[in-house]
């Protein structure tokens, strides 16, 4: 059978991603509030109201196992203060769950949500991808953040590979899409499924790399699956993680978006993929 998820107590820390993430009961149902912390360009960063989602379905009583795979839709932007989250289990087996998590505020849907939970058994395991070689965390110097936006500042960015470099003009010939960096939050905290999923959609915009400027962007729609229980990242017991991303394609206002997610001891812990709004 599968077993529960222990839950999260937010009364015991005051990490500013577990106060950004915080759900409460509210006329019996799941109510969020969007961070100031936490903030993009026009609305709050949407690794956090995807991680917040993500918390809502692993505090329902009926939560049982680890996220296996989340695909989150962003249908509008979300503002500023509180949100209704409206959960439901769609099915249930005894290895798995299906979950939706509809995002509600000001009366109309801006996201919603499909995650899988499942029991991980022991079985024959092997990973064929390897880790991309990487300096020592510590021996990166990290992005500076203090001009980025409010979201970005709670991250620490140590680039190995394709750094930010933007400017006011356009590059005449694309740069490449690919980077590789070091990621923590800015205060350290355990990885957990949560700080992944955020981490997922922490990678700057590729188009951003390409272009070598900032231009507008959206995510449309976010899949992240997760390769480790909750045992394996306890074992894992890092505050950091190696992130690659990459793009293919761009054409017609949408491009991809593909990254991992590494532990330092070369455990694939996630991978995740985009669709992405871009005006250029």
Known sequence: MLEKTPDTNLRDTVHPFDRATQVIVVDGG?????????????????????????????????????????????????GGGGFDLATRLIKATRSTQHWMVELQQNGEVAAFMTAVFAARRASWSHQPATMPDAPPFDQVKPLPTSVIAPWAQQYQFRFVEGSTNYSTAQKDIPASAYSRMWLSDA???PIDFLSLLSMSDS????????LGKIVPIGTVSMTTVFHADSADLAAENTTMVLGVADANIFHKSFSDQTGELWS???RLLAT????????A
């Open 30 to 78: 799941w109510r969020g509030e969007a961070s100031a912390d936490y903030f993009a360009f026009v609305g709050p960063f949407g690794g956090a109201t995807a991680a917040t989602m993500l918390r809502a379905i692993m505090m329902q009583p009926e939560s049982l196992g680890d996220p296996l795979s989340v695909t989150v839709n962003f249908c509008a932007p979300v």
């Open 187 to 189: 205060l350290p905290r």
């Open 203 to 210: 990678f700057f915009a590729r188009i951003f790399h390409v």
């Open 264 to 266: 330092p001891n070369g």
């Open 272 to 279: 995740t993929s985009q669709a992405v709004y871009f005006k």
